[in-house]
């Protein structure tokens, strides 16, 4: 069983749609991730909060919105995406505070197909 | 740009062999070298977290070595298994820490 929950495990969507996807940490991390793995591509790293604070990756189009209320959820809010967004989407964790020695704790995966 | 090169792409070995791979990553500013496995329909596992040059981890059957000065990490794996099945992938954290690029993975099939 993984401390690191993401749900839905699958979502279609049209291109039009508003939809988000949440992820829920139950082993006291204060660090959270949002991964991109699209097909024949390596983890494409989206956002990262850490500490309230975020860090996010540039070439993230604005139709990804991250939202972290606290350090145990994240969120992952999408619209008019594009086809092109279709690929799986990882959320992991990670404690902030050793760094050194901390690895990151993956959830399953959102397997999500633009229409 | 930070570019995690890993080779070989794709390796298919015997079960009992032993095999290797490689995760090539920039030597400046270095901080963290990540390994993780990654089975089909599962998540991402954790193996090893490396930090110093000249750093060997070890978890059964499976070692890692590093070295930050020429900016390569190699995966051993003794005696595979048909359970070793993965792809394994390697991650790299220069200067930020929080920040994790990965490679593209080496998928690994273990023949009975």
Sequence with gaps: ETGVTQTPRHLVMGMTNKKSLKCEQHLGHNAMYWYKQSAKKPLELMFVYSLEERVENNSVPSRFSPECPNSSHLFLHLHTLQPEDSALYLCASRISSNWDNSPLHFGNGTRLTVT | ?112
């Design chain 2, 1 to 112: 740009i930070l570019n995690v090169e890993q080779s070989p792409q794709s390796l298919h070995v015997q079960e009992g062999d032993s095999t290797n791979f490689t995760c090539s990553f920039p030597s400046s500013n270095f901080y963290a070298l990540h390994w993780y496995r990654w089975e089909t329909a599962k998540s991402p596992e954790a193996l090893f977290v490396m930090t110093l040059n000249g750093d060997e981890k070890k978890k059964g059957r499976i070692s890692a070595t590093l070295n930050t000065k020429e900016g390569y990490s190699y995966l051993y794996i003794k005696g595979s298994q048909p359970e070793d099945s993965a792809t394994y992938l390697c991650a790299f954290s220069a200067g930020s820490a929080r920040q994790l690029t990965f490679g593209s993975g080496t998928q690994l099939t273990v023949l009975p």
